[in-house]
């Protein structure tokens, strides 16, 4: 019922930077949070960075510091900056966002988008 486009992953070295974007469509009466999670082989998924409709936000330890969450509530829009990246960054980044459709709540995710910190 509500589909999350992600975009911005790629390839990029060490102290480099990354922004990925995350857009939410269909019928959206409200979203309580959007945030990213990522996922290495063998691990479990693990948040990122997460904001909510009133712009509190929540950072996971090893990224504090260096990402930044924003949200553009009009567009249903999500942005994490990634700066000063590490090796150990990379993973496969996930877009989510919970709230309240038409008629039910959803909690949604995207397909993914790959980010690679190499040199």
């Known amino acids: 019922q509500v589909q999350l486009v992600e975009s911005g992953g790629g390839l990029v070295q060490p102290g480099g930077s990354l922004r990925l974007s995350c857009a939410a469509s269909g019928i959206i009466l409200s979203i309580k949070s959007m945030g990213w999670y990522r996922q290495v082989p063998g691990k479990q998924r693990e948040l990122v960075a997460a904001?909510?409709?009133?712009?509190?936000?929540n950072y996971a330890d090893s990224v504090k510091g260096r990402f930044t969450i924003s949200s553009d509530n009009a567009k249903n829009t999500v942005h994490l900056q990634m700066n000063s990246l590490k090796p150990e960054d990379t993973a496969v980044y996930y877009c989510n966002a919970n709230g309240l459709g038409l008629t039910r709540s959803f909690d949604s995710w995207g397909q993914g988008t790959q980010v690679t910190v190499s040199s």
């Open positions: 904001i909510t409709s009133g712009s509190s936000t």
